[in-house]
């Protein structure tokens, strides 16, 4: 067993990181926090954090960077206003860098502690009462002004906002996703209900896949045709099978478990949340597929090929692995949603000499766009609090060859978005 599961040890005059929510989570009811611009944190489950410690080496480029593991507590003032701090367990201080070699072993990515950013740190001793105490000030004041709103949002399935403009994209984010707020609001809730029983948590850390999008788009897909673990109660797997068979899961392998979307064309916001993705049907669920890659405007045909080719490179890596099944677990698809420079077809000549041959709906008038540079997108797996392989001792079934469902609902994947490719003119 890992070290990690061992009583914490945590550094006696350690400074802690105040956690905030991370804006982007579009699913899951794992509770997801900001540790810093490039890192994120979530409640350690011994079976993930296991995952993530012997994942092959060949897996490690389909999966968010592991950090190391720290410790989470809450803090109550006066008001009754929880804030969540992380600390460092014995040993783990001094320097920040992290060297990003996907050769490596993991324990050489692992993250070292800093004390250099002041404007995220708090001390154990000697806490800046006044900052903190402002801080969370202004975070009621927000909350107050938007829990009217946030208990509706919570209730509805797909939402769409207009954005200003003129403001930052991105920090408007942090007014509109309700499924973030909803699970970290679910986790406050839950430590203060165990604070009687015990006020520390270990968290493990993972990289913040978003950080390198100015406007992210997300799609979570909960992918294969079985999503109970081998654990599970028997109300639990009958409750997760109802889910499958009732969902585009039984069918093709894969759906939808959230969405955001930044339609440039239109200025809107999109969230779809877990419980329409299972009222989809195939067709719905291409529909909303089409819609991801979609501006507002013209569909985004050149992440079509890079999407293709990531999935196709991550199937051929799964049909290759032993004995690993990925129950609920779930695949990310993330592209930048900014919105990309235009120019009219009416330009002179030379400017329009390098333009891609890709137009604009040809419906919203006479308009091409020139990418500028390669268009980014990423795929990646998350979520293994269920996984198994025969490399865990403990488990009392063992599963061989490949993880037929998995690679199953990537196909489909691949079948649904080679379909739109085709059908758009690509």
Same mark, same amino acid.
């Given at each position: 067993?890992?070290?990690?599961?061992?009583?914490?040890?945590? +550094?006696?005059?350690? $400074?802690?990181?105040? *956690?905030?929510?991370? #804006?982007?989570?579009? @699913?899951?009811? =794992?509770?997801? /926090?900001?540790?810093?611009?490039?890192?994120?944190?979530?409640?350690?489950?011994?079976?993930?954090?296991?995952?993530?410690?012997?994942?092959?080496?060949?897996?490690?480029?389909?999966?968010?960077?592991?950090?190391?593991?720290?410790?989470?507590?809450?803090?109550?003032?006066?008001?009754?206003?929880?804030?969540?701090?992380?600390?460092?367990?014995?040993?783990?201080?001094?320097?920040?860098?992290?060297?990003?070699?996907?050769?490596?072993?993991?324990?050489?990515?692992?993250?070292?502690?800093?004390?250099?950013?002041?404007?995220?740190?708090?001390?154990?001793?000697?806490?800046?009462?006044?900052?903190?105490?402002?801080?969370?000030?202004?975070?009621?004041?927000?909350?107050?002004?938007?829990?009217?709103?946030? +208990?509706?949002?919570? $209730?509805?399935?797909? *939402?769409?906002?207009? #954005?200003?403009?003129? @403001?930052?994209? =991105?920090?408007? /984010?942090?007014?509109?996703?309700?499924?973030?707020?909803?699970?970290?609001?679910?986790?406050?809730?839950?430590?203060?209900?165990?604070?009687?029983?015990?006020?520390?948590?270990?968290?493990?850390?993972?990289?913040?896949?978003?950080?390198?999008?100015?406007?992210?788009?997300?799609?979570?897909?909960?992918?294969?045709?079985?999503?109970?673990?081998?654990?599970?109660?028997?109300?639990?797997?009958?409750?997760?099978?109802?889910?499958?068979?009732?969902?585009?899961?039984?069918?093709?392998?894969?759906?939808?478990?959230?969405?955001?979307?930044?339609?440039?064309?239109?200025?809107?916001?999109?969230?779809?949340?877990?419980?329409?993705?299972?009222?989809?049907?195939?067709?719905?669920?291409?529909?909303?597929?089409?819609?991801?890659?979609?501006?507002?405007?013209? *569909?985004?045909?050149?992440?079509?090929?890079?999407?293709?080719?990531?999935?196709?490179?991550?199937?051929?890596?799964?049909?290759?692995?032993?004995?690993?099944?990925?129950?609920?677990?779930?695949?990310?698809?993330?592209?930048?949603?900014?919105?990309?420079?235009?120019?009219?077809?009416?330009?002179?000549?030379?400017?329009?000499?390098?333009?891609?041959?890709?137009?604009?709906?040809?419906?919203?008038?006479?308009?091409?766009?020139?990418?500028?540079?390669?268009?980014?997108?990423?795929?990646?797996?998350?979520?293994?609090?269920?996984?198994?392989?025969?490399?865990?001792?403990?488990?009392?079934?063992?599963?061989?060859?490949?993880?037929?469902?998995?690679?199953?609902?990537?196909?489909?994947?691949?079948?649904?978005?080679?379909?739109?490719?085709?059908?758009?003119?690509?």
């Amino acid at each position: 067993m890992s070290p990690a599961f061992r009583a914490m040890d945590v +550094e006696p005059r350690a $400074k802690g990181v105040l *956690l905030e929510p991370f #804006v982007h989570q579009v @699913g899951g009811h =794992s509770c997801v /926090l900001r540790f810093n611009e490039t890192t994120l944190c979530k409640p350690l489950v011994p079976r993930e954090h296991q995952f993530y410690e012997t994942l092959p080496a060949e897996m490690r480029k389909f999966t968010p960077q592991y950090k190391g593991v720290v410790s989470v507590r809450f803090e109550e003032d006066e008001d009754r206003n929880l804030c969540l701090i992380a600390y460092p367990l014995k040993g783990d201080h001094g320097i920040v860098d992290i060297v990003d070699n996907s050769d490596c072993e993991p324990k050489s990515k692992l993250l070292r502690w800093t004390t250099n950013k002041k404007h995220h740190v708090l001390e154990t001793e000697k806490t800046p009462k006044d900052w903190v105490r402002q801080h969370r000030k202004e975070e009621k004041m927000k909350s107050h002004k938007l829990e009217e709103e946030f +208990e509706w949002l919570k $209730k509805s399935e797909v *939402l769409y906002y207009t #954005v200003e403009k003129k @403001g930052n994209i =991105s920090s408007q /984010l942090k007014h509109y996703n309700p499924w973030s707020m909803k699970c970290h609001q679910q986790q406050l809730q839950r430590m203060k209900e165990n604070a009687k029983h015990r006020n520390q948590y270990k968290f493990i850390l993972l990289e913040n896949l978003t950080s390198r999008y100015e406007v992210p788009c997300v799609l979570d897909l909960k992918m294969g045709t079985r999503q109970h673990g081998d654990d599970a109660s028997e109300e639990k797997a009958a409750n997760q099978i109802r889910k499958c068979q009732q969902s585009t899961s039984a069918v093709i392998g894969v759906r939808v478990c959230g969405m955001q979307v930044y339609q440039a064309g239109s200025g809107q916001l999109m969230f779809m949340n877990k419980y329409h993705g299972r009222k989809l049907s195939v067709q719905g669920f291409k529909e909303a597929l089409f819609q991801f890659f979609h501006n507002g405007r013209y *569909l985004r045909r050149e992440l079509l090929g890079p999407v293709l080719k990531k999935l196709t490179e991550l199937k051929a890596v799964l049909e290759r692995q032993e004995s690993y099944r990925f129950y609920s677990s779930s695949l990310l698809v993330i592209y930048d949603g900014k919105e990309r420079p235009e120019v009219v077809l009416d330009s002179d000549a030379e400017d329009l000499e390098d333009l891609s041959e890709e137009s604009a709906d040809e419906s919203a008038g006479a308009y091409a766009y020139k990418p500028i540079g390669t268009s980014s997108v990423d795929v990646r797996m998350i979520d293994f609090a269920h996984t198994t392989c025969r490399l865990y001792g403990e488990d009392t079934v063992v599963h061989e060859g490949q993880d037929a469902g998995y690679i199953f609902g990537l196909q489909s994947l691949i079948d649904i978005v080679t379909e739109i490719s085709e059908e758009s003119g690509e």
